[in-house]
């Protein structure tokens, strides 16, 4: 199969990317990142979530960065949600859309969610028949697809079996996370297949997280497949609380210089990006976490 000629990036910098930080970031320092970003050129920006603010008090002022972005109309700007709770906050701050997630793995759900992968898969029904009567599109995550911190191995038929079930409850994209980058690229092209066996492969996104350095290998090995729509997240910013020893998310920057070098539309400024994730890292006060960045930054020195 002829690689595509051009893909679309989701970023998650703000939401996943952030999610995981201890230290106190301010609503608008966020808000200024998510500017940033989408001045760059990024389509698509995943905000922040309306989780239980116990569970993750990084996200407690997602209603507040929702309402204090300048929006530019031809960015989606999405929102993370457990269940209707969360569905009503993200919806009462206009989220364009919203994004639900189950996992492959039960021991997973469980700490994350706190219910069982049925439980979850109820939940959602309720949540996404809300969503379609106000006609909010509804992105569904599934993680653990290479692996579970918790239970080992997972079978890419679950992962097939559960994104079927989330594509006809109404998802209209399936987002395939490897929450703790154990995937290897002959690995992940083996999820995808068993994926497209159930839903098509224009419905099929790729979520890696590069804790064993894996995500361009299997990003690569996913466009081979036919996926075009990649998650990433600026500066490689990221991790789950609830998934032990997870880093970051493939760093938005490396994903670019990828696909730029394989001439593959996305759309997207490589040094306006680069500056977004300074930025965050100053910040943060913590150094670049993407390569290309990292390059690029001491070539300007
Ligand atoms: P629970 O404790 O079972 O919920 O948590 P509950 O329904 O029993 O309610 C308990 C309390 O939570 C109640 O408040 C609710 O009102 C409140 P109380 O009466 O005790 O004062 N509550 C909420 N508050 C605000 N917003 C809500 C909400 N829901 C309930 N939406 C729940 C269940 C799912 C809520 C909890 O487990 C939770 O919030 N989990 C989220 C964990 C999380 O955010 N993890 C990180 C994101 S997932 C990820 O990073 C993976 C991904 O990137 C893909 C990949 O990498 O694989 C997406
Ligand atoms: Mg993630």
């Known amino acids: 199969m002829q ?17 995981n930080e201890k230290q106190t970031i301010t609503t608008s320092t966020k808000i200024k990142l998510i500017e940033m970003l989408t001045d760059s050129g990024l389509r698509y920006i995943e905000a922040g979530s309306f989780v239980n603010p116990k569970w993750v008090p990084q996200m407690a002022d997602s209603a507040k960065v929702f309402s204090g972005i300048s929006r ?31 996992a492959a793995s039960e021991a997973f759900s469980q700490k994350n969610i ?14 996404i028949s809300a969503a379609k009567e106000n006609n909010i599109p509804v992105r569904g995550y599934i993680s653990c697809v290479a692996g579970c911190p918790y239970s080992g191995n997972v079978d890419p038929k679950l ?21 703790i980058g154990v995937g290897t690229a002959n690995q992940i092209k083996t999820i995808i297949f068993e994926v497209a066996q159930e839903i098509s492969i224009d ?7 590069d804790t064993y350095g894996q995500a361009l290998a299997n990003v690569y090995a996913s466009l081979e497949m036919g ?21 970051g998310n493939l760093a938005t920057e490396d994903l670019v210089y990828l696909l730029n070098g394989l001439g593959i539309e996305h759309g997207v400024d490589l040094e306006k990006l680069i500056q977004a994730g300074n930025y965050i890292s100053h910040q943060l006060g913590k150094a670049n976490q993407s390569k290309v960045a990292q390059a690029f930054n001491n070539k300007c020195k």
């Open 3 to 19: 690689i595509p000629k051009d893909v679309r990036i989701v970023e998650v910098g703000p939401r996943d990317g952030l999610q």
């Open 72 to 102: 530019k109309t031809d960015v989606t700007y999405a929102a993370l949600v457990p269940n209707l709770q969360g569905y009503e906050r993200a919806v009462s701050v206009n989220a364009d859309e919203v994004a639900i997630f189950a």
């Open 114 to 127: 706190n219910c069982s992968i049925a439980e979850s898969i109820q939940r959602f029904e309720t949540l």
């Open 159 to 179: 992962v097939a079996k559960i994104a079927r079930d989330l594509f006809t409850m109404g998802c209209y994209e399936i987002s395939l996370g490897d929450t």
């Open 203 to 209: 419905k099929i996104a790729i979520h890696a997280h």
């Open 227 to 247: 996926v075009q729509v990649f998650d990433s997240s600026v500066a490689g910013l990221g991790g789950c609380p609830y998934a032990a020893g997870a880093s």
